[in-house]
Nanobody, 125 residues
Framework: QVQLVESGGGLVQAGGSLRLSCVAS????????LGWFRQAPGKEREFVAA????????SYADSVLGRFTISRDNAKKTVDLQMSRLKPEDTAVYYC??????????????????WGRGTQLTVSS
């Protein structure tokens, strides 16, 4: 069992940057693959970015590719999402998620077992 807590959300103007962080506890951090998801009002939760347990591979949604960067620090047991050139359509609650590194290669929300409670990002025009 791993617990995840996100932080770093807030209100940002379009074109700005922000870093989201997620701190894990209660598990062996390196045993988990990490991902970031987001959910806007009235919409389904969607994949944003993911990183393998070793940090050797990353994946991004097309909508954020080139603007967002996922990273992890196994010593600090954190996974971050650096966001730049933010757009109003990025507005959502952002969640970090974890799963066993042996579970699957798919990146849908249903493929992740552990979730944080989310942090709100609002991008104004």
């Amino acid at each position: 069992q791993v617990q995840l807590v996100e932080s770093g959300g807030g209100l940002v103007q379009a074109g700005g940057s922000l870093r989201l962080s997620c701190v894990a506890s209660g598990g062996i951090f390196s045993f988990y693959e990490l991902g970031w998801f987001r959910q806007a009002p009235g919409k389904e939760r969607e994949f944003v970015a993911a990183m393998s347990w070793s940090g050797g591979s990353t994946s991004y949604a097309d909508s954020v590719l080139g603007r967002f960067t996922i990273s992890r620090d196994n010593a600090k047991k954190t996974v971050d999402l650096q966001m730049s050139r933010l757009k109003p359509e990025d507005t959502a609650v952002y969640y970090c998620a974890a799963r066993s590194r042996w579970r699957t290669t798919q990146l849908g929300p249903r493929e992740y077992d552990f979730w944080g409670r989310g942090t709100q990002l609002t991008v104004s025009s």
